[in-house]
């Protein structure tokens, strides 16, 4: 894996433990796996198109 060995992925995850605390692993780890969920999500949607039609941005309407 990136070539990092069991040595280099200890000292890693013991700076981060120094940095954000234990009780906060959890939460950061929680917050990336559902980061990674929706980004997942969002890449089998189909697309939307966002563009305003030129007509309705004239008149002022907006759509509901």
């Given at each position: 894996?990136?070539?990092?060995?069991?040595?280099e992925?200890?000292?890693?995850l013991?700076?981060?433990?120094?940095?954000?605390?234990?009780?906060?692993?959890?939460?950061?780890?929680?917050?990336?796996?559902?980061?990674?969920?929706?980004f997942?999500?969002?890449?089998?949607?189909?697309?939307?198109?966002?563009?305003?039609?030129?007509?309705?941005?004239?008149?002022?309407?907006?759509?509901?």
């Open positions: 894996m990136f070539g990092l060995g069991p040595l992925l200890g000292i890693i013991a700076i981060v433990i120094v940095l954000f605390g234990a009780k906060r692993l959890p939460e950061i780890g929680s917050g990336i796996g559902k980061a990674i969920k929706n997942k999500s969002g890449l089998s949607q189909e697309e939307i198109d966002v563009t305003p039609d030129k007509e309705r941005v004239d008149e002022g309407e907006t759509k509901p």
